[in-house]
């Protein structure tokens, strides 16, 4: 869908699944041909030119217009997703008001306007040895944006998710190549998105979705010269890919790839004496959430060998015997999640500790929630236990003492998020293992569980590779609009000339930096 | 020099060169060999343990204790550098003044301490349909830093230079690879870093300071897996070799090179017509300052077909020819600048419009001056012209209208600065001419010149590829402290577990973003 208007694609058609029952679903969707992408790439170059000028208050007003939206098909949108991915009403509902407040933040994010962080400082023509010119800096967008939908969060992380949501906030045109598992889903939101742009008077080149396969039109998405930047949530195969694309581009570009993360949990000795059954309630509750297809998903838990750990894990082995069979949302993931779980079960020191019980017929989407144990020796051995099996699985790390813990923490790769279950007293005592936990993961987590992402100021949805490409950066909260910016710096230049943001009188009342120091007061005529 | 002491290296010794001589210099320094780069990283991961969790003002006392350091030793650093560069006393004593001032300004930058970005959003137990936790962010230093000294500022971008500056102020200790060029310049100030490190109680880890070629030695450095970022100041393809090496890293890790740059200058119709003799002095000023060996030099002049613009060429014609013949500042600098001048002189359709009189011998590290002309099509129809050569040669560009003058703007490469001379109301002309240049650079100046590049808060030293590896990121000036850190978040921490920044009480007295608000007042105990 270029310029709001469905395009004849190049002759290949696919359709969606409908995960609980493995039917197909209509209608076919078109792959997008090379000319569809030239013409999204060309009116998305030419949109940014006025898009990325446009007043803060009048980025806010589109993205509010999605929202709202996005609001008024609420209930057949749902309805559509739920078909394309059998993930739940109750989720979907979720899912739906988390993308409306997203879009709604980046609206007052937009709209409040110091996210550009306005620098001044001001000519000083007196000083020595060398009088100093008047030197002013903010942020600009970079242009047009690719953005990949994810499989696992058809609204939130899609068409009108929070990459889109941050790159429209910041001034970008984006490009969408939606993901194929929802081809339906996708269309309808992106139809709000496209009616959205023409009621709002902007240029149709700001938005556009595509669909292909990611290794042909994902590849010639991100190779585009006319585009910025990337931003993707999705495996680290692909993510990977993704960033070597980037990376070897005659002009390389910022590439945010969300990726991969076994988000390990740690339950500590006082938590673990006073609170066993809670926490593997919770633990439970958290690994088998939406089928285990979160990117924070708890995937590995470190326990001691003592009999409170033990408690723990036999309250688990409850709670997953008596677990639901839910589909997943792909065959495709499906078969991946059962290929992991063979090969984990066929590992050496792997101990099954508890699987659901299967029906005898399940559709071939559907997927068996288990647990697997191991000792932390057996671990270090075979370090292919530590990668993420994306489902509804987790495995039980058992340790022998604090050294054991420590090393095993210090072996970790790079992960989003990190979690601690203790009292206070706990997390004292474990401060070393915060600090190296501080260093492996984007957000720790007390007593709590990494699943549910809120979206706010704070968030940090990123953390060392391979959980993400870039760990400078976050895909969500507000601190996301970050990514598809630069610094600009206008040195000397008449007020007149000067974009809003910067000019002395502050006409945009926004907190800016003059001379070091906070303020959101006029700059004084020096002159 | 790791942990303060000199090393054996790898048995090769190498001797710098005084570049009015070609005299081979005493004494002979030593390429570091394998064993010195993995004890120096070892040692700087360790440092990092406790370095990155020091007080912003222990930072701050580090960095100006380096700064004391550095003056103590003025007149005889400047006697040194002048030896090994042939720069010349004043602008020595200005290159060590504004060294100086930037760890003082990274001092107080770390001391104020707002730079973390702190964000709290605090927990909200009765939000409706779901609690919402306890959020808070910050930022934090990554790990170590490998710096690559540069060969045209020997102190401010070298061993205590502003990559230096930036990383330690963060928070990362420090790796410097020193430029061959200027090893005795690079040993002094490398003592005064390792002086301070002692003086100041710090692991000595935090910094260190080894020789080598950059084909192998700065491989082997960036390929380290201690290693966590690196900064750059040199040439494009250098820059480019260690963008892709980082990249292809198994864990990629953030490259900061800063390139290449042909900072074009536009002269627009009133300044031209009113101010084009003072204008041809200040460029003249500029392309050869320093030999032209700035990465800010002045490289292309726009202007039109008109006799205005024939005066100016006129007055640029007379500096040049009267102007002197300086020493670069090594053998091979000058050879590259001979090569590209002749490779120009050769083009189609350039015209030498004044060359500096040549003494019959000069040495070998000798540049002449030269001016050279051509028209907008033959720009066109020769892309490479629009290439930087390294030292003081500018290329006069010589549209035919406003419609040729705004092609040519759009076809150039990304840079680090764009000029422009003209009135208000040349400038309000001009508009579309500054949105295109927005794109393009990263410092857009007005009736200036790009050379000198002010340390403060607002400097933008970056923009788009080819002129740096990140446009989202500058190398001067105080946001160059964001380069080599990344966001952490803390979701539903004790406070006594928190960092100091984001402890409810805000017993730093700094700026923070609470409930997406900037205030410097406690958080309210919600509960």
């Not at 708890?298 to 408690?311: D, I, K, S, T, Y």
């Not at 095993?408 to 936990?437: K, N, W």
């Amino acid at each position: 869908m270029i310029q709001g208007e469905p395009r004849q694609g190049n002759g290949t058609a696919f359709n969606s699944t409908d995960p609980s029952t493995g039917a197909r679903l209509s209608p076919a969707y078109h792959y997008a041909s090379v000319q569809d992408l030239e013409l999204a790439a060309g009116l998305a170059e030419e949109a940014f030119a006025t898009y990325g000028k446009l007043p803060g208050k009048e980025r806010a007003r589109f993205l509010r217009h999605i929202a709202t939206g996005l609001e008024s098909i609420a209930a057949e949108l749902v309805e559509q997703v739920n078909l394309e991915t059998a993930l739940g009403e109750a989720r979907l509902k979720g899912e739906l008001a988390r993308t409306v407040n997203q879009l709604r933040l980046f609206a007052e994010v937009a709209e409040e306007g110091s996210w550009v962080d306005a620098r001044i400082d001001p000519a000083q023509p007196d000083r020595q040895p060398l009088p100093r010119a008047d030197i002013r800096s903010m942020l600009h967008p970079i242009g047009p944006i690719a953005v990949f939908g994810s499989s696992n969060f058809p609204l939130a992380f899609s068409v009108a998710g929070g990459d889109t949501a941050s790159a429209l906030a910041a001034g970008n045109p984006v490009i969408v190549k939606a993901h194929s598992a929802h081809p339906a889903t996708s269309e309808m939101a992106g139809q709000v998105v496209c009616r959205s742009v023409r009621e709002c008077g902007l240029p149709p080149g700001v938005f556009a979705i595509i669909f292909g396969p990611g290794t042909q039109l994902g590849t010639a998405l991100v190779k585009h010269p006319k585009v910025k930047g990337v931003g993707f949530t999705g495996s680290r195969t692909a993510g990977r890919q993704l960033m070597d694309l980037c990376a070897a581009r005659p002009e390389p570009i910022p590439c945010f790839t969300e990726m991969s993360s076994v988000n390990p949990v740690f339950v500590l000795p006082e938590a673990l004496r006073t609170r066993s059954a809670e926490i593997a309630k919770g633990l439970f509750g958290s690994f088998t959430l939406g089928v285990g297809q979160f990117c924070t998903k708890p995937g590995m838990v470190f326990l001691p060998r003592n009999e409170h750990a033990g408690a723990l894990v036999e309250e688990l082995k409850g709670h997953v015997q008596r677990a639901a069979i839910p589909p997943m949302l792909t065959p495709g993931i499906s078969r991946s999640y059962r290929e992991g779980v063979a090969q984990r079960q066929g590992a050496s020191g792997v101990e099954t500790v508890a699987a659901a019980e299967a029906p005898d017929t399940v559709a071939d989407t559907y997927a068996v929630p288990i647990v697997f144990q191991v000792n932390g020796s057996d671990l270090v051995r075979n370090p292919h236990l530590a990668g993420e099996i994306f489902g509804p699985t987790t495995l039980v790390i058992r340790y022998e003492n604090i050294e054991e813990l420590m090393a095993l923490a210090r072996g970790l790769e790079g992960q989003l998020t990190a979690t601690l279950h203790g009292t206070e007293a706990d997390i004292a005592q474990f401060a070393g293992l915060v600090s190296v936990l501080e260093r492996k993961a984007g957000r720790l987590i007390v007593n709590g569980f990494p699943t549910g992402v809120e979206v706010c100021h704070a968030m940090v949805h990123g953390g060392p590779y391979p959980a993400t490409s870039d760990n400078r950066f976050t895909s969500v909260g507000t601190l996301a609009i970050y990514r598809y910016v630069r610094p600009v710096c206008y040195q000397n230049f008449p007020q007149a000339a000067l974009p809003e943001a910067l000019k002395d009188s502050n006409p945009l009342g926004i907190w800016r930096l003059v001379n070091g120091k906070f303020t959101r007061a006029e700059v004084a005529d020096a002159s």
